[in-house]
């Protein structure tokens, strides 16, 4: 007989002993993966040292916020696709079986490409910004020759090609050990980055004395007061179009929080996945924000916004003579000097630039095995080493393509790359946004049968349809912002159309290279696995 | 120009339609019969699991209105339509309905001995309607079904697949098939947290597969469907969960853990059969290469409605191709 395992539930539910009935993942779980994605150490410092310069006058906290709001409609979207397909993959998923197998696919391929590459300009991000910053503030608050020329040689073409290889092959190293092992030094990453903005946060509300004498005290008196003055003979105008510049802050405000919606490339590892996802990537929007808007707060406490702008807008000016230092770390170091803590903070800041990398690595190997599952790559590339549990070849793959990354970014520039990263992403992203958009319309049965979540409607209208709208203009405005707004679209020129043109194109070839030898040598057609299956 | 037509045709091609872990899930079983015609099958193959974890009572609230929950949410029926609509929604995602008076319900919950009788009542019932739907559908068209349980499945439902002659339960018994393949089933699993009917110790499953290795007699022609997939590779990662059985996290990610079962990585580590059939594990879909052995999980998405499973090409005593589906 039926073995009685749980309560009647108030007469709700009469569940019998069976495995598999409860299994969640919390919020704060779920919270801090999406955390990890967004990450402490360099969206950190963007919003001081890119967003108050670009636009001088705009508002950092407006900004964030207004990013944040539009992004939570994006999470919406992106937990409604994973609440769809709770698999790995589940935006690839879903649209291939939604709009188009070899449209989804060349979406997915261009991401995975592009995320490795990026993976690679973050990575690049350590000798090139993180380890100068740390480095120059510590040779400049203690007097230090030695730091100061490390940190010049460490963004040199040939610092950051040394320093990234290493962090490269760390990461590499690091993601090919068991699962556990891996969890672990991402769980170390998020308490130390925590560790860090406390510190931040001490250093800015406990300040020895006015930012005026201790910025003058460091960088030569009268420096503080002639800023704003030298910003301005260098090119600098106050106060645009608010609104505008608010709108076109939405491509670095998408910049600073991506990695919010990661988790659903996680989806089938959750359960009501429908629950966490939405909880999970809305929490870590919301933590990061107030995270970054504290510190802003804190620090126009005591600098107006109009010099926190000149500092960043010297600094993306490249006036190097006025030896600009736009970074929240650095105002809060010379706010309290102590050797220690900014060491700390130095630690951690490299320590979650590596993470970062690692959940990109993480992300990108969990679409190759789901393209693998589909059939479309060779079952070699998923192969797992017997002893370490990993995916080795996955992983050596993306840690070649992160290494071009690398170098690209050593050649080219770091900024640069990461807002080309916006447009592609965005451009990838159209497709499975589309798909969930249209999802209650071009595949009835299977949205009638999904969960309340994805089911819900407005006025007869679904929420997703509604959410996917908003998600699917926001989406539109960054393209075309990129092109209205060089500054911070990434000066998307022929060579970024034309790489991107490159990827998506190479990815049809595979999908229908991979399609043509399956039905040529086993008899199988790909595309079964992208139709719907209706009930007898 | 399609593709086959371009390739051109090939010899006698016996193609597996495999699903696993429907869970009671009556959209799902019949989207599994109906991807057999669409992709053309020749024989359909179940991994075990078949039958659902839970009955949802569906009170009559007096004067032709019920009122039931599903997933915490309150439903209502107000018309022989609307009645007939909920009690298939709760079938699709794999809970049995069962509409019942007041008295009737405070009676059942009041005497477990009665509610058990009840659930092992409607998961045979619904086993029984879905082999007579397989009858209906397969015979004619010269399809043949090997159905097992699973781990989770009460031993009475295999007393109910017993009853239809062109369905078979490969459970610790050998079937010949065409071309000279062999089907082999073992629907056991090792011990869960939950302990179900079927669980065992990793020792006595050991000595029932090793019976089931005697009874091989072509290992390269063998088809074996065991419920519970190899310990360590791919096709058995899930969520490790702590003493109240929550899922553990790390570093805001699910921890995974193995959970097949190493005397089945031995078994075909040491019988080399052609193809392992597995589920269990709803979360590792995948498919790997074991020596000779093409194993596969088709994996389960039943609360979504979604079926997945496995479409495997045989011909000439090898496994052509395969294909992971969903739909």
């Given at each position: 007989?039926?073995?009685?395992?749980?309560?009647?539930e108030?007469?709700?539910?009469?569940?019998?002993?069976?495995?598999?009935?409860?299994?969640?993942?919390?919020?704060?779980?779920?919270?801090?993966?999406?955390?990890?994605?967004?990450?402490?150490?360099?969206?950190?410092?963007?919003?001081?040292?890119?967003?108050?310069?670009v636009?001088?006058?705009?508002?950092?906290?407006?900004?964030?916020?207004?990013?944040?709001?539009?992004?939570?409609?994006?999470?919406?979207?992106?937990?409604?696709?994973?609440?769809?397909?709770?698999?790995?993959?589940?935006?690839?998923?879903?649209?291939?079986?939604?709009?188009?197998?070899?449209?989804a696919?060349?979406?997915?391929?261009?991401?995975?490409?592009?995320?490795?590459?990026?993976?690679?300009?973050?990575?690049?991000?350590?000798?090139?910004?993180?380890?100068?910053?740390?480095?120059?503030?510590?040779?400049?608050?203690?007097?230090?020759?030695?730091?100061?020329?490390?940190?010049?040689?460490?963004?040199?073409?040939?610092?950051?090609?040394?320093?990234?290889?290493?962090?490269?092959?760390?990461?590499?190293?690091?993601?090919?050990?068991?699962?556990?092992t891996?969890?672990?030094?991402?769980?170390?990453?998020?308490?130390?980055?925590i560790?860090?903005?406390?510190?931040l946060?001490?250093?800015?509300?406990?300040?020895?004395?006015?930012?005026?004498a201790?910025?003058?005290?460091?960088?030569?008196?009268?420096?503080?007061?002639?800023?704003?003055?030298?910003?301005?003979?260098?090119?600098?105008?106050?106060n645009?179009?608010?609104?505008?510049?608010?709108?076109?802050?939405?491509?670095?405000?998408?910049?600073?929080?991506?990695?919010y919606?990661i988790?659903?490339?996680?989806?089938?590892?959750?359960?009501?996945?429908?629950?966490?996802?939405?909880?999970?990537?809305?929490?870590?929007?919301?933590?990061?924000?107030?995270?970054?808007?504290?510190?802003?707060?804190?620090?126009?406490r005591?600098?107006?916004?109009?010099?926190?702008?000149?500092?960043?807008?010297?600094?993306?000016a490249?006036?190097?003579?006025?030896?600009?230092?736009?970074?929240?770390?650095?105002?809060?170091?010379?706010?309290?000097?102590?050797?220690?803590?900014?060491?700390?903070v130095?630690?951690?800041?490299?320590?979650?630039?590596?993470?970062?990398?690692?959940?990109?690595?993480?992300?990108?190997?969990?679409?190759?095995?789901?393209?693998?599952?589909?059939?479309?790559?060779?079952?070699?590339?998923?192969?797992i080493?017997?002893?370490?549990?990993s995916?080795?070849?996955?992983?050596?793959?993306?840690?070649?393509?992160?290494?071009?990354?690398?170098?690209?970014?050593?050649?080219?520039?770091?900024?640069?790359a990461?807002?080309?990263f916006?447009?592609?992403?965005?451009?990838?992203?159209?497709?499975?946004?589309?798909?969930?958009?249209?999802?209650?319309f071009?595949?009835?049965?299977?949205?009638?049968?999904?969960?309340?979540?994805?089911?819900?409607?407005?006025?007869?209208?679904?929420?997703?349809?509604?959410?996917?709208?908003?998600?699917?203009?926001?989406?539109?405005?960054?393209?075309?912002?990129?092109?209205?707004?060089?500054?911070?679209?990434?000066?998307?020129?022929?060579?970024?159309?034309?790489?991107?043109?490159a990827?998506?194109?190479?990815g049809?070839?595979?999908?229908?290279?991979?399609?043509?030898y399956?039905?040529?040598?086993?008899?199988i057609d790909?595309?079964?696995?992208?139709?719907?299956?209706?009930?007898? | 120009?399609?593709?086959?037509?371009?390739?051109?045709?090939?010899?006698?091609?016996?193609?597996?339609?495999?699903?696993?872990?429907?869970?009671?899930?009556?959209?799902?079983?019949?989207?599994?019969?109906?991807?057999?015609?669409?992709?053309?099958?020749?024989?359909?193959?179940?991994?075990?699991?078949?039958?659902?974890?839970?009955m949802v009572?569906?009170?009559?609230?007096?004067?032709?209105?019920?009122?039931?929950?599903?997933?915490?949410?309150?439903?209502?029926?107000?018309?022989?339509?609307?009645?007939?609509?909920?009690?298939?929604?709760?079938?699709n995602?794999?809970?049995?309905?069962?509409?019942?008076?007041?008295d009737?319900?405070?009676?059942?919950?009041?005497?477990?001995?009665?509610?058990?009788?009840?659930?092992?009542a409607?998961?045979?019932?619904?086993?029984?309607?879905?082999?007579?739907?397989?009858?209906?559908?397969?015979?004619?068209?010269?399809?043949?079904?090997?159905?097992?349980?699973?781990?989770?499945?009460?031993?009475?439902?295999?007393?109910?697949?017993?009853?239809?002659?062109?369905?078979?339960?490969?459970?610790?018994?050998?079937?010949?098939?065409?071309?000279?393949?062999?089907?082999?089933?073992?629907?056991?699993?090792?011990?869960?947290?939950?302990?179900?009917?079927?669980?065992?110790?990793?020792?006595?499953?050991k000595?029932?597969?090793?019976?089931?290795?005697?009874?091989?007699?072509?290992?390269?022609?063998?088809?074996?469907?065991?419920?519970?997939?190899?310990?360590?590779t791919?096709?058995?990662?899930?969520?490790?969960?702590?003493k109240?059985?929550?899922?553990?996290?790390?570093?805001?990610?699910?921890?995974?853990?193995?959970?097949?079962?190493?005397?089945?990585?031995?078994?075909?580590?040491?019988?080399?059969?052609?193809l392992?059939?597995?589920?269990?594990?709803?979360e590792?879909?995948?498919?790997?290469?074991?020596g000779r052995?093409?194993?596969?999980?088709?994996?389960?998405?039943?609360?979504?409605?979604?079926?997945?499973?496995?479409?495997i090409?045989?011909?000439?005593?090898?496994?052509?191709?395969?294909?992971?589906i969903?739909?």
């Amino acid at each position: 007989m039926a073995e009685m395992a749980a309560t009647t539930e108030d007469r709700r539910l009469y569940a019998r002993k069976s495995s598999g009935l409860v299994r969640t993942i919390g919020v704060f779980g779920a919270m801090v993966f999406g955390v990890h994605c967004i990450s402490l150490s360099s969206s950190g410092l963007i919003p001081f040292s890119w967003v108050a310069g670009v636009w001088p006058g705009s508002s950092i906290i407006g900004v964030l916020t207004v990013a944040m709001i539009f992004c939570l409609f994006h999470a919406y979207t992106y937990s409604v696709i994973g609440a769809t397909m709770p698999r790995s993959a589940a935006d690839y998923t879903l649209a291939s079986r939604v709009l188009s197998a070899p449209l989804a696919f060349a979406a997915s391929w261009t991401l995975v490409i592009f995320s490795a590459m990026v993976a690679g300009s973050l990575i690049a991000w350590i000798p090139n910004t993180a380890i100068p910053v740390l480095f120059r503030t510590m040779g400049i608050i203690f007097n230090n020759p030695g730091f100061l020329s490390f940190a010049g040689w460490s963004e040199s073409a040939a610092g950051i090609i040394i320093i990234g290889s290493i962090c490269t092959v760390i990461t590499f190293i690091t993601m090919i050990l068991p699962t556990r092992t891996i969890l672990r030094i991402l769980e170390v990453g998020f308490f130390l980055g925590i560790i860090a903005w406390v510190i931040l946060y001490f250093q800015l509300g406990t300040a020895v004395g006015s930012f005026e004498a201790q910025w003058d005290k460091f960088m030569g008196a009268g420096s503080y007061a002639g800023r704003i003055q030298l910003a301005v003979d260098n090119g600098m105008v106050t106060n645009p179009n608010v609104a505008i510049m608010t709108l076109a802050g939405l491509i670095m405000g998408f910049w600073i929080f991506y990695g919010y919606y990661i988790p659903t490339f996680f989806a089938g590892e959750v359960k009501q996945a429908e629950k966490t996802l939405i909880s999970g990537s809305w929490a870590s929007l919301i933590t990061t924000w107030a995270i970054f808007v504290v510190a802003a707060l804190l620090l126009q406490r005591m600098v107006p916004l109009e010099w926190i702008a000149a500092e960043s807008y010297l600094s993306n000016a490249g006036i190097s003579d006025a030896n600009p230092m736009p970074y929240i770390t650095f105002y809060a170091a010379i706010l309290r000097p102590s050797a220690l803590l900014t060491w700390i903070v130095a630690i951690a800041w490299v320590y979650t630039l590596i993470n970062l990398a690692q959940t990109y690595f993480f992300y990108c190997s969990r679409i190759i095995f789901a393209w693998s599952f589909d059939r479309l790559i060779p079952e070699k590339v998923c192969y797992i080493h017997p002893t370490l549990r990993s995916p080795i070849v996955a992983i050596a793959i993306i840690t070649v393509i992160a290494e071009i990354g690398v170098i690209d970014a050593a050649l080219g520039g770091v900024m640069g790359a990461q807002l080309n990263f916006v447009f592609f992403a965005v451009c990838t992203q159209l497709v499975p946004c589309l798909a969930i958009t249209l999802f209650p319309f071009l595949k009835p049965d299977m949205f009638e049968n999904a969960s309340a979540f994805v089911r819900r409607k407005v006025g007869g209208i679904p929420v997703i349809t509604l959410v996917g709208c908003v998600t699917l203009l926001y989406q539109v405005w960054m393209l075309v912002a990129s092109f209205l707004f060089p500054a911070v679209g990434g000066r998307i020129g022929v060579g970024t159309l034309g790489t991107l043109a490159a990827f998506i194109i190479s990815g049809i070839i595979v999908f229908y290279a991979a399609r043509a030898y399956r039905l040529n040598k086993e008899g199988i057609d790909i595309n079964w696995t992208f139709q719907s299956i209706p009930p007898v | 120009m399609k593709f086959g037509k371009l390739f051109g045709g090939s010899s006698k091609i016996t193609r597996i339609m495999y699903g696993s872990d429907f869970h009671g899930s009556e959209l799902v079983y019949r989207k599994f019969i109906s991807a057999a015609f669409q992709y053309k099958a020749d024989v359909l193959m179940v991994g075990g699991d078949v039958t659902g974890k839970a009955m949802v009572p569906v009170v009559h609230q007096g004067g032709g209105n019920y009122e039931g929950f599903l997933f915490g949410r309150r439903e209502e029926a107000n018309s022989g339509e609307e009645l007939e609509k909920l009690k298939n929604t709760i079938s699709n995602v794999g809970f049995y309905p069962i509409i019942i008076e007041k008295d009737e319900a405070a009676e059942l919950e009041a005497d477990p001995q009665k509610m058990s009788g009840r659930f092992e009542a409607e998961m045979c019932e619904r086993i029984r309607q879905w082999m007579q739907l397989a009858d209906e559908k397969l015979t004619p068209a010269g399809m043949k079904m090997y159905f097992m349980p699973g781990n989770d499945d009460l031993y009475s439902i295999d007393d109910v697949i017993s009853e239809f002659e062109n369905i078979s339960n490969p459970d610790m018994k050998r079937f010949e098939m065409e071309e000279g393949y062999e089907v082999l089933g073992l629907s056991n699993a090792n011990m869960t947290p939950w302990a179900c009917i079927r669980d065992l110790e990793e020792d006595d499953l050991k000595k029932k597969l090793d019976t089931l290795a005697g009874m091989v007699q072509n290992p390269e022609r063998a088809i074996v469907i065991i419920h519970v997939p190899p310990y360590g590779t791919p096709l058995d990662s899930c969520p490790d969960l702590d003493k109240n059985l929550k899922i553990i996290t790390q570093g805001g990610q699910v921890v995974m853990k193995s959970a097949g079962s190493p005397a089945v990585k031995a078994f075909i580590d040491k019988v080399q059969p052609m193809l392992a059939l597995h589920g269990h594990i709803h979360e590792s879909a995948g498919h790997l290469r074991i020596g000779r052995t093409l194993a596969i999980n088709a994996g389960s998405e039943y609360a979504e409605g979604i079926f997945k499973g496995a479409l495997i090409n045989l011909e000439g005593g090898k496994v052509k191709g395969h294909l992971l589906i969903s739909g």
